[in-house]
């Protein structure tokens, strides 16, 4: 087993989904509505990450590199909010998941590693996005 599915279970699109129906109502409590975007996003500056609990993740392993392939219908990009969430490809593979502590509402975050830059992204997980 490896070292990031000894820490965080690794969780499956149809447990994704069942996340995504379980979000509480259409609006997002105070500690989350600087995260709630139907596309990814930077993690806002100064937001207190403390509001949300990791609860799993999305990268089956540590050990060999998730593909960087993208599963995009024509014309989507990859931070659109019209993107599909597909575990099984970039850059939901390398993805954390995560809920707010206040509210449930969940998440899905990702470093974006540039060549003199770290990003941290964050996307509002919904249950009609993801692929199965």
Same mark, same amino acid.
């Given at each position: 087993? +490896?070292?990031? +599915?000894?820490?965080l %279970?690794?969780?499956?699109?149809p447990?994704?989904?069942e996340?995504?129906? $379980?979000?509480?109502?259409?609006?997002? $409590?105070?500690?989350c !509505?600087a995260?709630? *975007?139907?596309?990814w996003e930077?993690? #806002?500056?100064?937001f /207190?990450?403390?509001?949300?609990? $990791?609860?799993?993740?999305?990268r089956?392993s /540590? =050990?060999?590199?998730?593909?960087? /392939? =993208?599963?995009? %219908?024509?014309?989507v990009?990859?931070?659109?909010t019209?993107? @599909?969430?597909? @575990?099984?490809?970039?850059?939901y593979?390398? *993805?954390?998941v995560?809920?707010c502590i206040a *509210?449930?509402r #969940?998440?899905?975050r990702y470093?974006?590693?540039?060549?003199?830059?770290?990003d =941290?992204?964050?996307?509002?997980?919904?249950? /009609?996005? !993801?692929?199965v």
């Amino acid at each position: 087993m +490896n070292a990031i +599915n000894t820490v965080l %279970p690794l969780l499956s699109a149809p447990e994704l989904v069942e996340l995504g129906r $379980c979000m509480p109502g259409s609006r997002a $409590c105070n500690a989350c !509505v600087a995260l709630a *975007c139907p596309g990814w996003e930077s993690l #806002p500056g100064g937001f /207190d990450v403390k509001s949300l609990h $990791c609860i799993g993740t999305l990268r089956v392993s /540590d =050990e060999e590199d998730p593909t960087l /392939d =993208e599963h995009l %219908p024509e014309g989507v990009r990859t931070w659109s909010t019209e993107a @599909p969430i597909d @575990p099984r490809y970039f850059p939901y593979n390398r *993805c954390t998941v995560w809920k707010c502590i206040a *509210c449930g509402r #969940p998440f899905l975050r990702y470093t974006e590693y540039g060549g003199y830059y770290v990003d =941290e992204r964050i996307r509002e997980l919904t249950a /009609d996005r !993801v692929q199965v």
